[in-house]
């Protein structure tokens, strides 16, 4: 049972322009959202996060939406750089302790 | 401060074989978890450990275990080695603050396993 989804496995777009990454959830237990990001070779690295009482959430270039009715967030990357290709992972927490619940992640490139 | 540290970085075994991965977490983080990451399949929790139990557990076979120390390092082993256990793994730790919610983890860069 997948409770957090990506559907996009890839996403390619230009520098400078929008990258959205999108991510579905089923758990409605779910209280806070995080996004973290992967390099090859590295661990995955936070980057920005949000409780359920908000809506939305920005840092530096970096903004998440959450739509609690729709169990929906998504990560708004603006303007994206080459430097921000790698895999996203869109994870869940607040119902048990040590854990989250994390997608199958999201390969993004951004071409030059 | 030093990050999450995980030794090795790499591992070859045969199916049939066990082993066992090191983590040692950012220091004051008592709180120590596990992920497995295969294509297509995310991060898969294993399991998470805080002052030395185990207090939560994903739906791995009990092939995988784990265990923390007193220094709140931890170890992982998997028995028996299937083909299918060959990916990458990684460990994280967090300030526990009494509460589950806004939790973050800190990785490591993870062992790399293969399964031959």
């Known amino acids: 049972d997948q409770q957090v989804k990506q559907n996009s496995p890839s996403l390619s777009v230009q520098e400078g322009r929008i990258s959205i990454l999108n991510c579905d959830y089923t758990n409605s237990m779910f209280d806070y959202f995080l996004w973290y990001k992967k390099y090859p070779a590295e661990g995955p690295t936070f980057l920005i996060s949000i409780s359920s009482i908000k809506d939305k959430n920005e840092d530096g270039r970096f903004t998440v939406f959450l739509n609690k009715s729709a169990k929906h967030l998504s990560l708004h990357i603006v303007p994206s750089q080459p430097g921000d290709s790698a895999v996203y992972f869109c994870?869940?927490?607040?119902?048990?302790?040590?854990?989250?619940?994390f997608g199958q992640g999201t390969i993004l490139t951004v071409h030059p | 401060k030093a990050g999450v540290t995980q030794t090795p970085r790499y591992l070859i075994k045969t199916r049939g074989q066990q082993v066992t991965l090191s983590c040692s977490p950012i220091?004051?983080?008592?709180?120590v978890s596990w992920y497995q990451q295969t294509p297509g399949q995310g991060l898969q929790f294993l399991f998470e450990y805080f002052s030395e139990t185990q207090r939560n557990k994903g739906n791995f076979p009990g092939r995988f275990s784990g265990r923390q120390f007193s220094n709140s390092r931890s170890e992982m082993n998997v028995s028996t080695l299937e083909l299918g256990d060959s990916a990458l793994y990684l460990c994280?730790?967090?300030?526990?603050?009494?509460?589950?919610?806004?939790?973050?983890?800190?990785f490591g860069s993870g062992t790399q396993l293969s399964v031959l």
């Open positions: 994280a730790s967090s300030l526990w603050q009494g509460a589950a919610t806004n939790e973050k983890l800190f």
């Open positions: 220091s004051g983080h008592r709180s």
């Open positions: 994870g869940a927490g607040g119902t048990s302790y040590g854990k989250l619940t």
